[in-house]
């Protein structure tokens, strides 16, 4: 079931610049950085109250966002919803006919299973949904 908003990611040529956008522009906290190889993008995190910004950019690059940036520019890329049962998601929404990125869930930054929802099948937004490991009992 989807419970939040978990993150707002845009789509940047260098992190550098970006990041310095967001902490001295802005005064917006940074978390830190992480590589995602699985998504060929190396990300920076900035939390808000309920939510965060992910700047994302090529790593190497490579990659989709890399594609993105040369079709469509800098800018918002995608939203990603929290989930706590990404399978169940996944299931019912292709019951309703919508299409994924990919076959089956990938790794994602902080250690959280991701899919993407394609853009075609919901009015052009990119949509990621992330499960997050359970918290330690």
Known sequence: MIIGLDHIAIAVADMDVAIARFLEDFG???S???DVPT???STAFFPLPGT???LV???D?????AAS??????GIHHICFRTDDLDADIQRLRGKGYRFTSEQPRPGAHGTRVIFVHPKSAG???IELAEHPSEPT
Request: aromatic share 0%; glycine share 18%.
């Open 39 to 41: 998504e060929q993008t």
């Open 32 to 34: 830190g950085r992480e």
């Open 28 to 30: 917006v906290p940074m």
């Open 52 to 54: 965060r910004i992910e």
């Open 57 to 59: 950019t090529p790593l």
């Open 124 to 126: 052009g937004v990119l």
């Open 69 to 74: 940036i040369d079709k469509r520019g800098e």
């Open 61 to 65: 690059g490579l990659g989709p966002i």
